[in-house]
Nanobody, 124 residues
């Protein structure tokens, strides 16, 4: 599976963005998908994940209630709708795929496929 993330940009605090991650490869619909983010000098941080079997989702506490992850298997795309963005959400955002685990996981080590990042910058 190859992943291509897009949709990042500059937005004011309180604004919204929607990230997209397009996948190529025939096994996309059997891969759990996640979003992570990273700022320079810090470890990659889990944001959200969605399970391929039933659409079950998992969110980090920092984004719960503001961000929504969803997937469209027909379009081979996973989305991250980000509302009420705050300056602390500024980071490079990465989508990732986990083809092995049944449960969705927040550990980046469990993910096999990674897209290139897309930058999200939130101004105060």
């Amino acid at each position: 599976v190859q992943l291509q993330a897009s949709g990042g940009g500059l937005v004011q605090a309180g604004g919204s963005l929607r990230l997209s991650c397009a996948a190529s490869g025939r096994t996309f619909d059997t891969v759990n998908m996640g979003w992570f983010r990273q700022v320079p000098g810090k470890e990659r941080e889990f944001v959200a994940a969605v399970r391929w079997t039933d659409g079950n989702t998992l969110y980090s506490d920092s984004v719960k209630g503001r961000f929504t992850i969803s997937r469209d298997n027909a379009k081979r795309t996973v989305y991250l709708q980000m509302n009420n963005l705050q300056p602390e959400d500024t980071a490079e955002y990465y989508c990732a795929g986990d083809r092995i685990h049944y449960r969705i996981t927040n550990n980046p080590v469990d993910y096999d496929y990674w897209g290139q990042g897309t930058q999200v910058t939130v101004s105060s």
